[in-house]
């Protein structure tokens, strides 16, 4: 039972205790009017609280499965155009795209260099050791790292090198590992869905950040 239950409980014994003792029932009407009145509004916000859930429990599988991924690359489509058109509908995706091929094979090579010398030097190998967010876990010693992906500690598909893959990862490293916070007219058009969700890494990135230079 909540405070306003209670409070409406004690009000209406003690309207009640004094029509009795004064022989007079128009406190206690009043009293019963404004209980009345509010399990009516309690009743209507229980149903529409009950109608949300009911339409979300309905929703959700079609949401999420392929109905809603079709959903949103029409809209996606209907709001910046057809593919053909991307370089010029889809300016800050096409900037992060460039950014990104500039630095791609040097952060894909000291990755990999990275890996390639983690074992020897750690004495035993890993089962999983996340070196770069873009990059993939090292492999069992004596073994070159695996160009395909397997699932990470994350259990997402880890990075195998291949171009596009490393070109989006690294692109979202520099995203969530810029100083400035995320902002929506800056984040890339084909990103912008997500922007709440980098904004919440790059929160994290920036904590082990402060953490590591401490």
């Given at each position: 039972?909540?405070?306003?239950?209670?409070?409406l409980?004690?009000?209406?014994?003690?309207?009640?205790?004094e029509?009795?003792?004064?022989?007079?029932?128009?406190?206690?009407?009043?009293?019963?009017?404004?209980g009345?009145?509010?399990?009516?509004?309690?009743?209507?916000?229980?149903?529409?609280?009950?109608?949300?859930?009911?339409?979300?429990?309905?929703?959700?599988?079609?949401?999420?499965?392929?109905?809603?991924?079709?959903?949103?690359?029409?809209?996606?489509?209907?709001?910046?155009?057809?593919?053909?058109?991307?370089?010029?509908?889809?300016?800050?995706?096409?900037?992060?795209?460039?950014?990104?091929k500039?630095?791609?094979?040097?952060?894909?090579?000291?990755?990999?260099?990275?890996?390639?010398?983690?074992?020897?030097?750690?004495?035993?190998?890993p089962?999983?050791?996340?070196?770069?967010?873009?990059?993939?876990?090292?492999?069992?010693?004596?073994?070159?790292?695996?160009p395909?992906?397997?699932?990470?500690?994350?259990?997402?598909?880890?990075?195998?090198?291949?171009?596009?893959?490393?070109?989006?990862?690294?692109?979202?490293?520099?995203?969530v590992?810029?100083?400035?916070?995320?902002?929506?007219?800056?984040?890339p058009?084909s990103?912008?869905?997500?922007?709440?969700?980098?904004?919440?890494?790059?929160?994290?990135f920036?904590?082990?950040?402060?953490?590591?230079?401490?």
């Open positions: 039972m909540t405070k306003s239950h209670g409070k409980l004690s009000e209406l014994a003690a309207a009640s205790s029509a009795v003792n004064n022989g007079s029932s128009s406190s206690f009407v009043m009293a019963v009017t404004k009345l009145r509010f399990v009516l509004e309690e009743i209507k916000e229980l149903q529409s609280e009950v109608s949300k859930a009911r339409i979300q429990m309905a929703m959700q599988p079609i949401v999420r499965g392929s109905a809603g991924v079709e959903y949103l690359q029409k809209a996606f489509a209907g709001r910046y155009g057809p593919p053909a058109d991307a370089s010029a509908s889809l300016p800050l995706t096409l900037q992060l795209i460039s950014a990104s500039s630095v791609a094979e040097q952060e894909w090579s000291e990755h990999s260099d990275c890996l390639s010398v983690l074992p020897s030097s750690a004495g035993q190998t089962a999983l050791v996340p070196v770069l967010r873009a990059g993939h876990g090292a492999a069992p010693a004596g073994q070159p790292p695996s395909s992906p397997a699932a990470g500690a994350s259990g997402q598909p880890e990075c195998g090198g291949e171009r596009l893959d490393k070109l989006i990862r690294i692109g979202l490293l520099q995203l590992g810029s100083m400035e916070g995320l902002q929506m007219q800056s984040t058009e990103l912008q869905i997500n922007l709440l969700r980098l904004r919440a890494v790059q929160s994290q920036q904590q082990v950040i402060v953490i590591a230079t401490r």
